[in-house]
């Protein structure tokens, strides 16, 4: 008699496990659920807020800008010269981010129908007398431009990129990095041309300046491999004259303009 007693206690308590098991599925499947829906609203929820912020984005330009203004050059505004006009120094930076003094003004002249700072004209006529002399005819067909055109440039340039599809906004930072606005263009110095390169990039023209050019004091102004350096993307016509002793010094440490300038400055620190 007590063994079937036990037995049947036995019995239930098996019987109440039995029935437990299910109950435990439930609860398991429905903390899945609760997690799973939790998940979803959360993806709802950035979705939401990305699109959001799209449509505000869109609505408000000044944010582009900002957001642009982390990539695009910052521009300093020209140091004021105290003289009242001088010939800008043969190695000075203009580009971007730095403005021509006010008051520096090139002393010019004419060379291919072009205007030129005399210094750069005297070694270029030599110049092209060498090249002559090898089979080479080189031509000028860029030089001084003022302020006032290059801004008519650059204007320009930022209604062809509007044009094809930019925010003014954004064509105006990304004109700044394809043509300076006046005031920051090297062609202002009178010691900026670009050549005419008829065979284009490994050319005649092209081959022959870069060989003989730092002799009469003209460097490749902007090489493809310095583009992080200069900002710049490569312009295989356009050189700069730096002077004779400037630019055989520059090919022979393998410097653009902005390494040989900061090389200089450290060098007159020590």
């Not at 709802?44 to 203004?69: C, D, R």
């Amino acid at each position: 008699m007590g063994l079937w007693k036990r037995n049947g206690r036995s019995g239930r308590r098996g019987e109440r496990v039995l029935k437990s098991q299910p109950g435990w599925r439930g609860v398991n499947q429905v903390r899945r659920l609760r997690i799973l829906m939790t998940v979803i609203a959360v993806v709802i929820l950035i979705s939401v807020t990305a699109g959001l912020l799209l449509v505000w984005y869109q609505l408000h330009p000044s944010l582009e800008k900002e957001l642009f203004a982390s990539s695009a050059p910052e521009y300093s505004e020209p140091v004021q010269s105290s003289a009242a006009s001088s010939a800008p120094d043969l190695l000075v930076l203009v580009g971007s981010g730095r403005g021509l003094m006010e008051g520096v003004v090139p002393d010019l002249t004419e060379q291919d129908g072009v205007q030129v700072d005399k210094r750069l004209a005297a070694a270029y006529e030599e110049m092209k007398k060498a090249a002559a002399d090898s089979g080479v005819e080189l031509k000028i067909t860029r030089g001084y431009v003022t302020a006032e055109q290059q801004e008519v440039l650059y204007k320009q340039k930022v209604q062809e990129l509007v044009a094809a599809g930019y925010t003014q906004v954004r064509a105006e930072d990304t004109a700044q990095s394809l043509v300076e606005r006046g005031g920051y263009s090297e062609y202002q110095t009178g010691l900026a041309v670009d050549f005419e390169l008829t065979g284009g990039t490994g050319g005649a023209q092209s081959e022959w300046l870069l060989v003989n050019g730092p002799q009469y004091g003209f460097v490749l102004r902007y090489p493809e491999n310095k583009a992080s350096v200069t900002q710049k993307n490569a312009e295989p016509q356009h050189f700069r004259y730096v002077g004779q002793e400037n630019a055989q010094r520059m090919r022979q440490m393998g410097f653009c303009l902005e390494e040989y300038v900061s090389y200089l400055s450290k060098q007159s620190k020590k």
